[in-house]
T-cell receptor, first 113, second 117 residues
Framework: KAGVTQTPRYLIKTRGQQVTLSCSPISGHRSVSWYQQTPGQGLQFLFEYFSETQRNKGNFPGRFSGRQFSNSRSEMNVSTLELGDSALYLC????????????FGPGTRLTVL | AQSVTQPDIHITVSEGASLELRCNYSYGATPYLFWYVQSPGQGLQLLLKYFSGDTLVQGIKGFEAEFKRSQSSFNLRKPSVHWSDAAEYFCAVGAFLSNFGNEKLTFGTGTRLTIIP
């Protein structure tokens, strides 16, 4: 079974632009979570989607948003990019939204210049 | 709110030596605990998890971890490390956020493991 895939793997943007990252969960998994990883803040939870609905949200500004499609694929969008948004963005999927193991993708490395 | 502390930022061990990575958590109820490993430029791979039951948990790649409620710890161990174990290791605690049962992971800051020949 294929793992979690994320596209693109690398992205370079400039301040003020917006960006969309994509995540395809493991087949059959219906829950997708997003995390931001930076050297300074470590791994931080962004949000989780289940059945096309955002179930939980971390402490990030409204510039960070996401959505989930009927096939469980998810996208996250960051508008008005700031230098501090440079990070590795990790997507994780799990079978349901109850207590289950999360499986992570390889991440998208976003660099904001 | 839950939290995880990994007191060792960087550990260096010789190949073939034993390894113990420390993890302390803070959570008001029975925690769900995980260890993940991340190689450079890669995502996180699950090594092992503890939900309930036997407090000694076996994982992949020869790793094990022991849950000690009295010490709020979930330390990761391996009897003999291999050069391929060089990576960053993250301890995480899962917490329910609502009756729906959703869970978010709170991660420690990670421990970077270096293996010397």
């Amino acid at each position: 079974k294929a793992g979690v895939t994320q596209t693109p793997r690398y992205l370079i943007k400039t301040r003020g632009q917006q960006v969309t990252l994509s995540c395809s969960p493991i087949s059959g998994h219906r829950s997708v979570s997003w995390y931001q990883q930076t050297p300074g803040q470590g791994l931080q939870f962004l949000f989780e989607y289940f059945s096309e609905t955002q179930r939980n949200k971390g402490n990030f500004p409204g510039r960070f948003s996401g959505r989930q499609f009927s096939n469980s694929r998810s996208e996250m969008n960051v508008s008005t990019l700031e230098l501090g948004d440079s990070a590795l963005y990790l997507c994780a999927s799990r079978l349901t939204a109850t207590t289950d193991t999360q499986y992570f993708g390889p991440g998208t490395r976003l660099t904001v210049l | 709110a839950q939290s995880v502390t990994q007191p060792d930022i960087h550990i260096t061990v010789s190949e073939g030596a034993s390894l113990e990575l420390r993890c302390n958590y803070s959570y008001g109820a029975t925690p769900y605990l995980f260890w993940y490993v991340q190689s450079p430029g890669q995502g996180l791979q699950l090594l092992l998890k503890y939900f309930s039951g036997d407090t000694l948990v076996q994982g992949i790649k020869g790793f094990e971890a022991e849950f000690k409620r009295s010490q709020s710890s979930f330390n990761l161990r391996k009897p003999s490390v291999h050069w391929s174990d060089a990576a960053e290791y993250f301890c995480a605690v899962g917490a329910f956020l609502s009756n729906f049962g959703n869970e978010k992971l709170t991660f420690g800051t990670g421990t970077r493991l270096t293996i010397i020949p």
